[in-house]
């Protein structure tokens, strides 16, 4: 096989709003991979709970969440004019609906039941088969490919993580506080790397981008001196 031609998996995990999709998707675009977000699968199951029942007064209800898992069907569909794939619930196109800050409130409760992930995690590894993706999450390089041949960590300081995803939800028009979403990002971080299941934690053989201060062609420059250095082996 010649060396262009060699396709493997690029594993992306790390902090919630580190940029790991907007970067995650530039990987993939110019490399002609397929990028896949699996925290919308995480967000899209929440939404469908939150819609069907499965959260009462705010308290997610994991039986019932487990319950309706068996009539979850997601899908993602390539939207050209976002140069994205758009994720669905059952035919319903939803990207913009897991985006909001209740899904975001609850995603991480959601995602810590073990029938949740093992249903996702099953499908993310089918859709990885062939090589010639780049999936970004939380345990994607420890759980779901830990034979990922590049495996990138990512982070950022907690304010400028917070200052990134207030601007996205502003732009959006969304009516919210720099305070509620840094407590947002606080918290998940939290909720990711002390659950049970598959916490988020760097893989032993991952390598760190801190991205605080960089921007995304400066990202795009540090992974393809990497990614040069892998391929050409
Ligand atoms: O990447 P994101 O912020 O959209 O992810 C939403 C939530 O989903 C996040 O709080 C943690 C969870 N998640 C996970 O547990 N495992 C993944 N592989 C991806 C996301």
Request: hydrophobic letters at 40%.
């Given at each position: ?30 490399l ?18 939150l819609?069907h ?8 209800l994991?039986?019932?969440v ?27 196109q939803?990207?913009q609906?897991i ?18 992930r ?5 499908m993310?590894?089918?859709m990885?088969?062939?090589r ?20 990138i ?11 990134r ?12 506080t ?30 760190v981008?801190d ?8 990202q ?11 391929i050409?082996?």
């Amino acid at each position: 096989m010649s060396q262009n031609s060699r396709k493997i998996v690029i594993a992306i995990d790390g902090f919630s709003s580190c940029g790991k999709s907007t970067f995650a998707k530039a990987i993939a675009a110019r490399l002609g991979y397929i990028f896949i977000d699996t925290g919308a699968m995480y967000r899209a199951v929440t939404l469908y709970a939150l819609e069907h029942g499965a959260v009462v007064d705010g308290e997610v209800l994991s039986d019932k969440v487990v319950e309706l898992l068996p009539q979850i069907e997601i899908s993602f569909s390539f939207n050209s004019e976002r140069g994205a794939s758009d994720i669905y619930i059952n035919g319903e196109q939803v990207e913009q609906k897991i985006r909001s800050i209740e899904v975001s409130n609850l995603v991480s409760k959601i995602s810590s039941i073990a029938q949740v992930r093992e249903k996702l995690v099953a499908m993310q590894q089918g859709m990885g088969q062939q090589r010639g993706v780049v999936m970004d999450g939380r345990d994607i390089g420890t759980v779901v490919f830990p034979d990922a041949e590049l495996k990138i960590f990512m982070t950022a300081d907690p304010k400028v993580r917070a200052q990134r995803r207030y601007d996205e939800l502003t732009a959006k028009g969304d009516n919210v506080t720099m305070e509620e979403i840094l407590e947002n990002v606080l918290s998940r971080d939290h909720a990711d790397m002390n659950r049970e299941i598959s916490p988020l934690r760097q893989a032993d053989d991952a390598i760190v981008l801190d991205n605080s201060h960089m921007s995304v062609e400066e990202q795009m420059a540090w992974f393809m001196e990497r990614y040069e250095a892998i391929i050409s082996c």
